[in-house]
């Protein structure tokens, strides 16, 4: 585990105040789980400890069974130094409005060696004010207007999400294709090309007066590809073939 | 609406392929709903229509109620130039692995007016390979490794998020990528394959008995390259040449 991963596992805990579905209390478990987090906090849960939360835990039970229970916001989260509140209503109180990817920044680089708190109201009215109050930032799911409120489990997933791909994001690069081929050289790469124009032109499909427009399209085509060398190898095969059987 | 949050609720479908429990159906319909999608396929549902469904689905019962049953995915996705399947496994068949946010970005920029499906497995075993077989690329939540199947509705959940995001971020930046050829649908690539197929098997290139890894360098070749009509055209062309002179 990279330090990033330690610090979401140890330092990152996931608040669930007045919850009132044992199912999403497990389901919740499982998506913190899923993304490397372990730390759930429940504050006056409705129906805990509940059969129906371990089976929606699948097998994150030992997160549920480890689940710390407070009986107000402000003890769950009083040894934490950054607090955030979860919210689809816009600007009910004065903190900064954060989305999910720019709230995972903030936790995992500047508040990295800090103990966090991320706050889930409950499923019918969310965060009230008083638990708004304890937040530093309001985390906003950018939802549709018209349908804005997530299923409790599925808004902790999405945030847990951010965490996971913040703390990953060193390692991941744009658009990564694993390869373990070194790609083709360009002198490959002509060597392939060179070959494919005087097979097509052997097959009669390239008029060798002007080749220049089917073998830009080929190009063009492979190019896009980005070819390794057995790439190469596999396709120079396939023209020797093509050769042999005329 | 943008242009980008039209072009996500009419060409970006949701294939969930043998769904074993309504609650998931209808709890994915609600992720939809949330991020702005709205077009559910279902590939042979075990239990559906249901009550339970309707339920999970809270107010996204019109989503639950407007989907769209095959009977194979092969059907569910003929119509789309884009086929992502998302997969907890690493690399089984030999399409590209994208993670969601790398996903997204593809979809919403270079495929802003092409039909698009992103398919999800069942819930105990994902996509069989047969099912990843029709899809271009693979998207891979990046889950912990010990510990890595979410559950469906939340798959769908992250994966949605990520689109809205992506469209969200679109109308500060456009990347595009000019194409003036519609891209292959799933059915032309799966016509352009058989053709490739019956073409080196004529040419002694390929064992019929064994046509399966060669088959899957080609079409890692091929999807990467994102063939347009065109593309499929002049390959098909050259295809047709090879047979015609042996």
Same mark, same amino acid.
């Given at each position: 585990m990279s330090n990033a991963e330690v610090n979401l596992l140890n330092n990152v805990r996931i608040v669930l105040v007045n919850p009132q579905h044992p199912g999403n209390i497990g389901m919740a478990a499982r998506a913190m789980k899923n993304m490397g987090l372990s730390q759930l906090y429940l504050v006056n849960p409705k129906d805990f400890p509940s059969k129906e939360a371990l089976y929606r835990a699948s097998r994150a039970d030992d997160v549920v069974e480890a689940a710390i229970i407070k009986n107000s916001l402000k003890e769950a989260v009083s040894d934490c130094s950054l607090v955030l509140g979860t919210s689809t209503r816009e600007r009910i109180m004065s903190q900064t409005i954060l989305n999910p990817r720019e709230a995972a920044l903030k936790i995992t680089t500047v508040f990295q060696q800090e103990k966090t708190a991320i706050v889930f109201g409950c499923e019918t009215f969310g965060l009230v004010n008083e638990d708004l109050?304890?937040?530093?930032?309001?985390?906003? $799911?950018? /939802?549709? *207007?018209?349908?804005?409120?997530?299923? #409790? %489990? @599925? &808004?902790?997933?999405?945030?847990?999400?951010?965490?996971?791909?913040?703390?990953?994001?060193?390692? $991941?690069? /744009?658009? *990564?294709?694993?390869?373990?081929?070194? #790609? %083709? @050289? &360009?002198?490959?790469?002509?060597?392939?090309?060179?070959?494919?124009?005087?097979?097509?032109i052997h097959i009669d499909f390239l008029n060798p007066e002007c080749p220049r427009k089917m073998m830009e399209r080929f190009r063009q085509i492979f190019n896009r590809a980005l070819l390794d060398q057995e790439d190469v190898n596999l396709l120079r095969g396939m023209l020797s073939a093509i050769e042999k059987n005329r």
């Open positions: 109050e304890l937040c530093q930032f309001q985390i906003t $799911i950018p /939802s549709i *207007k018209r349908y804005s409120s997530l299923n #409790l %489990a @599925s &808004a902790v997933q999405v945030i847990c999400y951010e965490l996971r791909m913040s703390c990953l994001e060193k390692e $991941i690069q /744009s658009e *990564k294709i694993s390869r373990t081929t070194p #790609l %083709a @050289s &360009a002198a490959e790469l002509d060597g392939f090309y060179n070959h494919l124009k005087q097979t097509m």
